[in-house]
């Protein structure tokens, strides 16, 4: 039930593209969604975070889209640049539980 | 936004030796860190929740006499991998929670034991 499942594993896309990356819950007492970023050899960065009170988040490139009903979200990252090729990680966790669960990560590469 | 140092970003020490890890929050006071490892090209795993002025809180399956954490006030927490083996080598992540949820990274320490 702690588990948050992400998908793809990795994902090309060329320079100025799309990059949708899907995460799914169990839990439905997590309240609270962030997506980090982390390049090789350094720790992750938080990029953008949800709660499950609003359906759609955007940051700039970055936007989260929410279902609740479904318990999925999922990260779209518009006019992917060579510059965010980076690990990619969804986590999950709830305000009586200090914990946070992360996905298993997706490697994202932009080609040029 | 919030900063999180770790010292040092990489050692390498002998097999048998102990090593110390620091994790700061340097703009904002931290009551919980927590320390996670991370294998090459897989997840973050937790290890232990630090509270500070409390013991450490590990993870089932890890062994708490052979990571020792210390929080020992506010902006520091610690944590010693004791008498390293070569399965110790690995990258360890810190991180500090900043209000109900968000938490953030220190930029990891390389350990490579030989």
């Known amino acids: 039930q702690q588990q948050v499942k992400q998908s793809p594993q990795s994902l090309i896309v060329q320079k100025g593209g799309i990059s949708i990356i899907n995460c799914a819950y169990e839990?439905?007492?997590?309240?609270?969604f962030p997506w980090y970023q982390q390049f090789p050899g350094k720790g992750p960065a938080l990029l953008i975070a949800?709660?499950?009170?609003?359906s759609e988040k955007k940051e700039g490139r970055f936007t989260i889209s929410f279902n609740k009903s479904a318990k999925q979200f999922s990260l779209h990252i518009m006019d992917s640049q060579p510059g965010d090729s980076a690990t990619y990680f969804c986590?999950?966790?709830?305000?009586?539980?200090?914990?946070?669960?992360f996905g298993t990560g997706t490697k994202l590469q932009v080609i040029p | 936004g919030a900063v999180v140092s770790q010292h040092p970003s990489w050692v390498i020490c002998k097999s048998g030796t102990s090593v110390k890890i620091e994790c700061r929050s340097l703009?904002?006071?931290?009551?919980?860190m927590f320390w996670y490892r991370q294998f090459p090209k897989q997840s973050l795993m937790l290890m232990a929740t630090?509270?500070?002025?409390?013991?450490?809180?590990?993870e089932q399956g890890v062994e708490k006499d052979k990571f020792l954490i210390n929080h020992a006030s506010l902006t520091l927490s610690t944590l010693t991998v004791t008498s390293a083996h070569p399965e110790d080598s690995s990258f360890y992540i810190c991180?500090?929670?900043?209000?109900?949820?968000?938490?953030?990274f220190g930029p990891g320490t390389r350990l490579t034991v030989t």
């Open positions: 991180s500090a929670r900043a209000g109900i949820h968000e938490q953030y």
């Open positions: 839990n439905t007492a997590f309240d609270y």
């Open positions: 949800i709660r499950p009170d609003v």
């Open positions: 986590a999950a966790s709830w305000g009586g539980y200090q914990k946070v669960t």
């Open positions: 703009d904002f006071q931290a009551t919980t």
């Open positions: 630090s509270n500070e002025g409390s013991k450490a809180t590990y």
